[in-house]
């Protein structure tokens, strides 16, 4: 069966007025079923407006299995914006997806491209820490059902970024401000990645040798703490183009490919 045309929505919490940011495009699944999901967090330094949600429409289109539903999110940039506001729309954009969608998700994979996939694994270490402190349905429904988390040349350590790249540091302070304790703080690498055995989601980093933003460092030793954590993290490097064209490429879709079957199994 094929797939309705993909929709626009706006997850803007009720009450509050809607900023065009706070929308996603959905891509609904075939059947009125549960089924997976993907949902596509795209990059650009928390502040390119070029890069938008549109970005995650090659991945949907091009290798997402027909029956699967499929959900690309914008969220507020900086400067307007800082840290945790990216997250926090981030977090209403997966809220807004279960309770819209809810009865119709099976499983979750959530993808994210450079920042997007440094919000995937703030996502992810919110998630598990809110577990810890109480128990909000939704956030509990949401970590649940992430089974999967792609991280496609990552961001990862903000501190040891603009160390590397001291260019970086603009954006980087736009984003999370001028206070680099903060950046340490807010950045997926300091997160205390102990697995707890009642959350399991495997983890796949993505990176292309041809990436000329970012070396492979920061996936590197985003690997290495998970793998430290217990999470067995798969590291998945590909002699590939750019740093964006690694979204469309074929070596990443073959990658998806496996990981959808890996869904599709459990
Ligand atoms: N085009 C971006 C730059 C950018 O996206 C970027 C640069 C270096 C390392 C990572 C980047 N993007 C990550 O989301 C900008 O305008 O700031």
Redesign the pocket.
């Known amino acids: 069966m094929s797939r309705p045309s993909p929709k626009t929505a706006f997850y803007t919490p009720a009450g509050l007025t809607q900023h065009p940011q706070q929308s996603v495009t959905i891509f609904p699944p075939s059947t009125p079923t549960p089924v997976p999901w993907v949902v596509y967090i ?7 407006p ?2 938008t949600k549109d970005m995650g429409v090659p991945i949907l289109r091009q290798s997402l299995p027909t029956a699967w539903g499929g959900m690309t999110l914008d969220y507020r940039l900086s400067p307007a914006v800082r840290h945790p506001t990216h997250l926090d729309d981030v977090l209403a954009a997966l809220k807004f997806l279960v309770t819209e969608h809810g009865e119709f998700i099976s499983h979750i994979m959530i993808i994210g ?6 919000l995937a694994l703030q996502v992810l270490a919110t998630l598990i820490g809110e577990r810890k402190a109480n128990g909000d349905g939704i956030f509990m429904s949401l970590r649940d059902r992430i089974k999967v988390v792609v991280g496609i ?1 990552g ?1 990862y350590d903000l501190v040891k ?1 603009g160390i590397e ?1 001291p260019s ?1 540091k ?2 980087i302070s736009e984003a999370f401000g001028d206070d680099e304790e903060l950046w340490g703080e807010a950045s997926p690498s300091s997160f205390q990645w102990s697995r707890d055995s009642a959350f399991k989601s495997r983890i796949v980093l993505v990176q292309s040798t041809g990436d000329q ?2 070396s492979t460092n920061q996936t590197n030793l985003m690997n290495s703490i998970l793998d430290d954590g217990g999470w067995k993290p798969v590291l998945k490097l590909i002699n590939g183009g750019s ?2 064209a690694t979204v469309e490429s074929k070596a990443l879709f073959d990658i998806l490919g496996d990981l959808y079957k890996y869904v599709e199994g459990l």
Do not use: K, T
Not at 42 to 48: E, T
Not at 113 to 118: D, E, L, M, N, T
């Open positions: 795209h990059g650009g330094a928390w502040r390119d070029s890069q491209h450079s920042a997007g996939a440094c040349e961001i970024l790249y970086y603009g954006f933003l970012l740093h964006d």
